[in-house]
């Protein structure tokens, strides 16, 4: 078997969050567990294998003890399907990508109200 090469140039956050993806296949939506985020691209943990090259829209789901953060319509490329699950290449930068910090230290409890 060939060594994967890694050709990301973007830090990576690992992050447990909800994720529903519309592959444009008429009325396809499938979801997963995000398993990792980058300001281009995330990997979802999910059974559903939708064909690579595939356009879709991802919704990420921040959910908090008391309320929910929902990003929507984010546009992109499936890039890889494998056992694990999908990746997913977005179209523009992820302009919410600032969020994600804030709400890990949340979730994990460091978060300091002063």
């Not at 969050?17 to 990792?36: E, W």
């Not at 943990?45 to 309320?67: A, F, K, M, N, W």
Request: hydrophobic share 35%; with cysteine.
């Amino acid at each position: 078997m060939e060594p994967v090469i890694e050709r990301r140039v973007s830090f990576r956050m690992p992050f447990a969050a909800n994720v529903i993806f519309h592959v444009d296949d008429p009325g396809k939506k499938c979801s997963g567990t995000l398993r990792d985020l980058s300001i281009n691209s995330l990997f979802m943990e999910t059974g559903d294998c939708p064909q690579v090259d595939s356009r879709c829209t991802i919704d990420i789901i921040l959910q908090g003890r008391y309320s929910s953060l929902k990003i929507e319509n984010v546009s992109g490329t499936v890039k890889r399907c494998d056992d694990d699950g999908v990746a997913v290449c977005f179209d523009e930068r992820l302009e919410w990508f600032g969020v994600v910090p804030l709400y890990s230290q949340q979730m994990n409890g460091s978060a300091q109200v002063t």
